[in-house]
């Protein structure tokens, strides 16, 4: 296997990938990141795992799929077909689970709703998303976050590739938006499990490391 695709999360586009591509792409790898449809504020956890089928088709080739924080929820329901899965700091839920499920369907304050529009959105970003990070990198990545729709954490999921496919955890310790207990929790439907001592987005503050995982999952 050379192929991996790699799934954001909530708020986050393809564009949060890059360092970990660029790696992945120098050992050889044809690595590829797709948006979320749900990221535009609007669309569903349909949408996002018929992107993920789509990509995973594009492909080509049997390939590895990672998915950070939601992104987990969109790759348990779309990537039957993958050869592997990694949940990078992700929710690994069961059929019939949803992300509002996991979180007793109580959002934490930094994450502004919107009712009317039924979207969301990440507040407080370089203390709670990107603790670990530079902060140039943080400032930069906050301005680029966009509202997802409350219906893709609030659908519960109808399949659980995990269930099928190879699967990696990736607990990252110091996590402040998922926390590292739920995440060990979670980490126990996974084959394998590595931990990192990262905060939420590893892509940016240890890609090196991530990046090394995923190879080790190919």
């Given at each position: 296997m050379s192929a991996v695709l790699l799934v954001p999360g909530s708020w986050h586009g393809a564009w949060c990938w890059e360092d970990v591509i660029d790696r992945l792409t120098a050992a050889g790898v044809d690595a590829r990141a797709i948006d979320l449809p749900s990221n535009d504020g609007a669309s569903g956890l349909a949408d996002d795992a018929a992107a993920v089928r789509a990509a995973i088709a594009e492909l080509g080739?049997?390939?590895v799929v990672v998915g950070h924080s939601y992104g987990g929820v969109a790759?348990?329901?779309?990537?039957?077909?993958?050869?592997?899965l990694?949940?990078?700091c992700a929710f690994m839920l069961d059929v019939g689970e949803s992300l509002l499920d996991a979180m007793q369907h109580q959002l934490p304050d930094w994450i502004e709703l919107d009712e009317e529009a039924g979207s969301h959105l990440a507040t407080r970003t370089e203390e709670v998303l990107y603790a670990?990070?530079?902060?140039?990198?943080?400032?930069?990545?906050?301005?680029?976050?966009?509202?997802?729709?409350?219906a893709a954490i609030a659908t519960p999921q109808s399949a659980a590739a995990w269930k099928t496919v190879p699967s990696t955890y990736v607990v990252c310790e110091q996590d402040r938006a998922v926390p590292p207990p739920a995440q060990d929790a979670m980490s126990a439907r996974a084959g394998t499990v590595h931990?990192?001592?990262?905060?939420?987005?590893?892509?940016?503050?240890?890609p090196d490391e991530v990046a090394e995982i995923v190879l080790a999952a190919l």
């Open positions: 080739e049997p390939a790759i348990s329901e779309g990537a039957e077909a993958a050869a592997g990694v949940y990078l670990d990070c530079p902060p140039d990198v943080a400032a930069a990545a906050g301005a680029r976050l966009t509202r997802q729709s409350v931990r990192l001592p990262a905060s939420h987005s590893p892509f940016f503050s240890k």
